[in-house]
T-cell receptor, first 116, second 112 residues
């Protein structure tokens, strides 16, 4: 069974508008972490934001925020005020457990296109 | 700034050749990872290492091996390259007990 599900293969948004990229996860481990990475056409993976399963507050980093709904097992990425440079692939990932096993499991990604 | 470098951005090899992909990080990270990325499949973990000379299989280790003789260097080896190993290969590193992984620029390998 997929541990990370990104149901949107592609998303379009107008410049300056907000967009939400969906991510649901599946784990029985009480300790886990959720990540979002951005991959522009150049290919490098850029870390955007992290949410730990015990974090009380939703994570925010500049224009990026993570809408963490633990009961629903969702960790959606919200990008506010989209810019043309936000056009890229976006990957949600999860780390299970803690202490020596820092493997990440990635979703299949969402391609975001920001239109001028 | 953390820097993860990979030996080649593009590589073309022939079926049956032995292929070495090198990854070097300069931040004294304990953990290092090799992923492959294919369209529609996301990133899949091939192998990882949490210390020198230590290695663990990821989700798709078949056809690959790794070597970590020094802390900063993690090599991925394709013993006998096959066309189904044509892919983008990404290396990453991280501190133990810290969540963020830092990625290299990737190597796009084509096996003819």
């Amino acid at each position: 069974a997929q541990k990370i599900t990104q149901t949107q293969p592609g998303m379009f948004v107008q410049e300056k508008e907000a967009v939400t990229l969906d991510c649901t996860y599946d784990t029985s481990d009480p300790s886990y972490g959720l990540f979002w990475y951005k991959q522009p056409s150049s290919g490098e993976m850029i870390f955007l934001i992290y949410q730990g399963s015990y974090d009380q507050q939703n994570a925010t980093e500049g224009r990026y925020s993570l809408n963490f709904q633990k009961a629903r097992k969702s960790a959606n990425l919200v990008i506010s005020a989209s810019q043309l440079g936000d056009s890229a692939m976006y990957f949600c990932a999860m780390r299970e457990g803690w202490g020596g096993s820092e493997k990440l499991v990635f979703g299949k990604g969402t391609k975001l296109t920001v239109n001028p | 700034d953390v820097k993860v470098t990979q030996s080649s951005r593009y590589l073309v090899k022939r079926t049956g050749e032995k292929v070495f992909l090198e990854c070097v990080q300069d931040m004294d990270h304990e953990n290092m990872f090799w992923y492959r990325q294919d369209p529609g499949l996301g990133l899949r973990l091939i192998y990882f290492s949490y210390d020198v000379k230590m290695k663990e299989k990821g989700d798709i280790p078949e056809g690959y091996s790794v070597s970590r003789e020094k802390k900063e260097r993690f090599s991925l080896i394709l013993e006998s390259a096959s066309t189904n190993q044509t892919s983008m290969y990404l290396c990453a590193s991280s501190f133990r007990l810290k969540p963020e992984q830092f990625f290299g620029p990737g190597t796009r390998l084509t096996v003819l």
